[in-house]
Each structure stands twice: as C-alpha cells, then as structure tokens.
C-alpha cells in the first residue's frame, strides 16, 4: 500500500461546476498537508497549506483534513478554465521531507 | 527575486554520457531537494540537503550524485545517463524541512 493514495484522473468538468479532489494516506503521523496545482510544462505551485484536521478557505478553493479518516479534500466552488491543471496533494510529520501523491489530471470544460 | 532556477530546460542524451543539471535559489532557504516526475508517478525525491556540506539519499538515488558547497547551489549529476532516467527533474527548496516548497521550472531530459 502506498503512503498517500490518490485518484490520478483524468477529471473533466463544466466551468462553474464544484470540483472535489480527495487523498487518503496510512501515516498517522502526518500533520502538515498541502496541495499544489502544477500547470503544463510548469513546477508545481502551492495552492492550499493546512496544519493538522480542519478546514482552510482561500477564495473559490477550500481545503479539509480529517485526520480521524486519513482523508484530505480540496474543493473548487466555482471552477474556471484557468484551474485547469494537475493537482498534486502533499503531506509530512513535523519537519521531515514531503510526500507527494501522484496528482490528479483536472480539465475545466468552458 | 528570481526564486528557484534550473538549467537546462531540455536536454538529450545518448546512453553513456553524463551531465550536470544546475539550481540555484536566492530565498537563503537551508532545505533543497531534487525531484524526478515520470507520467502518472508524481513526484520522487531523488537528494535533498539540509544544509551547505550535507546530503542525503531520498527514494530513488541510483545513478545519481550531488553537492551542496554554497547555500544558494545544488547541481545534481547523472554518471552513465541510461533509458530509465528519461524524465523530468525538479529541484526545490524551503525554509523548514516540512514546510512550503518552492520548485523551479524543470529540466526535460530525454536519455536514447
């Protein structure tokens, strides 16, 4: 089993649709998840950054931990033809290096 | 400031042949990393550092070899380039070891 589990896509959706993209991990000692979106050809860019469970909001996108589930959630409430790109979810324990999952492949449909 | 830089943007090796990619950041940050990104894989750490004069292995260092003599460099080398390092490269760097990452733009290397 892999330690981040994520759905590689493709994901296609109208522009304006809600958009979810999920993670789940096996490491219990994970505390700082991020996500970044990586654009074709392009490095990849932070998006969101969260500390432990919770929710984070950052204008249309809105991020959730649920530590109790292993489960990390990146929500989109209004996507737009400019979010589309790979999302890549990252994780760590306190100071210790990132692990990455694979990303999922999204395409906004104008 | 310019963030992180890597040089080359693309390159093509034939199998044998060994080359150096460059990074560079300006952000003073102690943690660099390497990268690889291969279709579908996400991203592998190859290196990282901690700090000038000290690296370590990461997931996949095989076939690879790095130096950190100053703050801001981190080249990575690759001795006899073979079909299987055909991928992209990303070099980052942070302030904290768990903390926000900063990439460059990636060097596309293709290995015949």
């Known amino acids: 089993q892999k330690e981040v589990e994520q759905d590689p896509g493709p994901l296609s959706v109208p522009e304006g649709a809600i958009v979810s993209l999920n993670c789940t991990y096996s490491?219990?000692?994970?505390?700082?998840f991020m996500w970044y979106r990586q654009y074709s050809r392009k490095g990849p860019e932070l998006l969101m950054y969260t500390y432990s469970s919770g929710n984070k909001e950052d204008g249309r996108f809105t991020a959730q931990v649920d530590k109790s589930s292993k489960y990390i959630s990146l929500f989109n409430r209004d996507s737009q033809p400019s979010d589309s790109a790979t999302y890549l979810c990252?994780?760590?324990?306190?100071?210790?290096?990132?692990?990455f999952g694979t990303g999922t492949r999204l395409t906004i449909i104008p | 400031n310019a963030g992180v830089t890597q040089t080359p943007k693309f390159r093509i090796l034939k199998i044998g042949q060994s080359m150096t990619l460059q990074c560079t950041q300006d952000?003073?940050?102690?943690?660099m990393y390497w990268y690889r990104q291969d279709p579908g894989m996400g991203l592998k750490l190859i290196y990282y550092?901690?700090?000038?004069?000290?690296?370590d292995k990461g997931e996949v260092p095989n076939g690879y070899n790095v130096s950190r003599s100053t703050t801001e460099d981190f080249p990575l080398r690759l001795e006899l380039a073979a079909p299987s390092q055909t991928s992209v490269y990303f070099c980052?760097?942070?302030?904290?070891?768990?903390?926000?990452?900063?990439f460059g733009p990636g060097t596309r290397l293709t290995v015949l």
């Open positions: 990252a994780m760590s324990p306190s100071n210790e290096k990132l692990t």
């Open positions: 952000m003073n940050h102690n943690y």
């Open positions: 490491n219990s000692a994970f505390q700082y």
């Open positions: 980052a760097s942070s302030y904290l070891a768990g903390g926000r990452q900063f």
């Open positions: 550092s901690v700090g000038a004069g000290i690296t």
